[in-house]
Structure formats: structure tokens, C-alpha cells
């Protein structure tokens, strides 16, 4: 049989087991030694393994933190990874978000697009191909991960488990035609302490919700004399807005948000806010700390008076973002998220920064890091998939480097490809998420033939 008229024969079966997914409400749940990440997550990973089992395939639940099943023989094995958890539904939805209803072409759901559709469509995907006859000369893997949306720890344990790693193999967890370059992520936090006499004095500082998110908004409750604050009340303006309180004033930056991975398309409230603070007389000690935060990042978002501006052609530059800042009168806390490019490294910048900082009297107390991801163009693996995505869409194949972390960073030898076509709204996270049927079968079809050339 035809690859593609089998996986068109399954399309019956792939709405009705998505359907069966979205219906069970896999968002992280009080962990239980059964239950790692919850019982929706578990019941949903069972679901995906019976469903697996009934398509005849092989299937392992490591621990119940995460599972697969798997297809073919030889040595050497590709990977499907996808995964099954999904974030909370939130407000504004329409539709039932574990309804899984389907109108006018469209599965609704939280998980429709991100990441259950292309996961199941990718159960199907396998099915046809075993189908089909084929040959293959490596073994397909599909991993079902159950915690991409809050850590990955699946995909850690999976790791130091002993699971095995694959020659090569994509997550359709991304968007086309493929994303070959992921840029480095650093989360640090600083804090410090620091004393303050006079009587102009900060009391409060709140700016920011996330580390990876430009804040809109930050404030500050000073103490000052009434004549300083009768002038600052004049100086409000659309950015900046100051309003008297008993001891003195509250100011409020008012910036732009945008994503932590593009820092350049928002306007930093913090920034703002740092910079009203500069203006007035501090004294020594708090003066310094808010002045070399104003003076080493401000408004900036490429790192570029910290020391670390860097760039390269494939991903572009590095990028940072001062995600939030908190304090009292006599300490302050901040966490900065920044990405560098593709072909440098943690060291590259993470000791220039550390440095600056601890200069101006902070201390790191805490770090994540995830590496950057590069898998050169000219590779086997991205060039089988771009192969595979121009023949089945006739759009023209070209790679893409992006400043965020996809799921492909969970394992080596994989990188995004798929399920978001070029153009298509996008409605990951958001109320009444949705996958096309028609879009979700053009997945299947792409999945299918990706990973019979990839196996061959
Ligand atoms: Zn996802």
C-alpha cells in the first residue's frame, strides 16, 4: 500500500484517539510516587500506551515518567518526541478545552496543536508506515514525554535512566520547515543587601512576573521630602507617572511587553523605572546598585554595556532581558533571562556577567541553563526533512534559527519540525486552541514520510 493512502486510511481513528486524549485533563498534578507529574499526566500516557498496543506496537512506561513504543529492527534507532502534558487551560475559552469537539474542520482542546495532535498523529503515522511494508533498516522510536511544559524531567530521567539516544529524530513541537538552531538560555538571579540613610529613601520596588517575559509595568514607593515630591508630580508623563503618598511618592513605568526571546520588540517597565530612580539623590549605597543596573542594562537588550553583545550569522545576537526586579528598603532581588547565539558558549558570557554583578556588590543565588542546539544545514537529518517538507507543501525549504528552546533540547540528534506551518495562526497556551483536521492529516503525512527516510 501507498504510504500516504495509509495514513489517509487512518484519519477516522487518529480524530477519535486525539479526541480520547484532549479528554483527559493532563496538566501537572501533585506529584505521588505513582504519579511523577499527576494523574491526568498519567492516564493520558497510559491512554497513548493502550492505543499503541491496539496498533500492535511494542510499548515501555519507564517509571511513569514517560513512555514509547517502537517499531522496526537494526542497530540504530530514530525518534519521534512528542509529548502528552499540557498547560493549564485558563479563561476565555468558547468550547469545552477537554471537549474535544470537532466544528467546521477544526479538533478544539487544550493540546490540540501543542502537543497531543501531533503526537497521536504521529502513532498513526508509524502504524501506516509498518502498513506500507517498507523496508527500514533502523528502528523507530516514538517517545511519549509527560512533562515538556513545566522542566522536562521526563526527559532527564529518560537520559539518566539508561534510554537510548537516537542516531537522529525530530519533535513535531515546533514549527516548518525546520528549526536547526536554537540559541543558549541562562536564567540567573542576583540579590543583594544594601543600607541607606537621608531622607530621600526607596521603600519598595516591584517590576516584572517572569524572567523570560519584558515587563509592562513596574513601581516603586519612595520617601521624600513633600517640596521633592510636589516637583516629581509635575515631571509624570505617558512613561512615568508619579503619585504622592504619604511618605513621599509611588512611581509607576509604564513599559511594553514582549516575549523573553525578543526582548527589542517590548520597551522594559524596569528600565524606565531604574531610570526615574537615578534622578533622584539616593543615598551612597542604594544610589550605586540602581545606578549600575540603569548603566549596565537599562533599556538595553543586547547585553551590550555588561560586555557581552556577541552575534553570529545563523542565530544573530544575544539577547537579554531584565525579567524582574524586587525589593525592600534594604535589599534587592532580579532575574535575568538572556540567549546567546548558537555557535558560542556559556563561558563565552556567563563569567562576564557574574563578574559585573558581583562588582557592584550582588550575589548570584540562583541558575538554569540550557546549552544552545546547531545542527548544520548541510546534514543528513535536516536535509531529510526539508526534503520531506518541500515535497509535501511545494514551500520553499529553508531552516530557521530561533532564540527560543523547543523540546528538541531534551535529547541530542533531534531537532523542531512541525506541526505549525508557515502563516497558520497560532494558538498554543491560548482559549479555544484548535488543530485543522485537514492540517493535522497533512502532519500525519509528513511525519510518516519523514520518518520512513529517516529509517531506510
Ligand atoms: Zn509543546
Redesign the pocket.
Known sequence: MELQEAVKGYEEQLLKSLQESIRIRSVQGEASEQYPYGKGVQDCLDHALKTAEALGFATIDLDHQMGWCEYGEGEEMVAVLG?LDVVPEGDGWSFDPFGGEIRDGKVFGRGAM??KGPTIAALYALAALRDSGFPIRRRIRLLFGTN??TGSNDMKYYRSHGGEIPVMGFTP?GEYPVINGEKGLINVNFSRNYTQDGDVRILEIHGGSAPNVVPAEAKAKVVCPAELAASLLKKSDDRIQYEKTEEGVQITAAGLSAHGATPELGVNAIGLLLEALCELPLSEEADRWVRFLEEKIGLETKGTSLGIEMADEISGNLSLNLGTLEGDDHSAALEINYRYPVTKSYEDCAQILEQAFADAGFTKTGERHKKSLYVPEESELVQTLLGVYADHTGLEPIPKSIGGGT?AKAIPNIVAFGPIFPGDEVREHKPDEFIEVEKLMKNAQIIAEAMYRLAK
Open positions: 509529548h501543542d502537543d515538556e511544559e513541537d523540546y
